[in-house]
């Protein structure tokens, strides 16, 4: 009965083993960061205008998701921590909701 429960269970880990072997085979190439660091053309864009105090978010998408008053529409709506990439630059002017352009 033990020898039926020891070689049950081998049979099992086997098992296991084998489906999870192509997860394991699918593995991404080693990236080489040093030619992707050549080829990168710049950091994210800076912001031109004024950013209130904590504003990031959903707050910027009001008016970049659909590229309202006349902001540019962002292509990543979804990457929520605008203010990790974009930080501020210079402010040409401050954005008041009615930029006239
Ligand atoms: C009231 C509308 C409004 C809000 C809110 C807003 N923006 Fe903008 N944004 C603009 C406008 C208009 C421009 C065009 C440049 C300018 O200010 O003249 C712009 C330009 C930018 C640019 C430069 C894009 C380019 O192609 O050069 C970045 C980056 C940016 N905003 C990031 C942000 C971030 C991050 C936030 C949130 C902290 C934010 N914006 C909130 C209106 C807005
Ligand atoms: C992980 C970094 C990162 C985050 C987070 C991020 N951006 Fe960007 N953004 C970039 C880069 C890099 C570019 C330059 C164009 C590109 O490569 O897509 C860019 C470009 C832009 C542009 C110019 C139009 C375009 O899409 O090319 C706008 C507007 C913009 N971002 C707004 C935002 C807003 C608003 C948020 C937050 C909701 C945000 N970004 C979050 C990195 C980021």
Redesign the pocket.
């Known amino acids: 009965m033990k020898r039926i429960v020891q070689l049950v269970t081998t049979v099992g880990v086997v098992a296991a083993l084998a489906l999870f072997a192509p997860v394991f085979a699918n593995e991404q190439p080693e990236p080489d960061l040093a030619k992707d660091a050549a080829q990168g053309t710049g ?3 800076a912001v031109p205008h004024a950013m209130k105090p904590g504003e ?2 959903e707050a ?2 009001a008016c ?1 998701r659909t590229g309202i008053k006349k ?7 979804e ?4 203010t ?3 930080v501020q630059g210079a402010i040409k002017k401050p954005a008041k909701g009615k930029s006239k352009k």
Request: net charge neutral.
């Open positions: 950091l994210p864009m990031d978010g910027c998408n970049h902001a540019p529409p962002t292509s990543h709506p990457r929520l921590n605008c990790q990439c974009h």
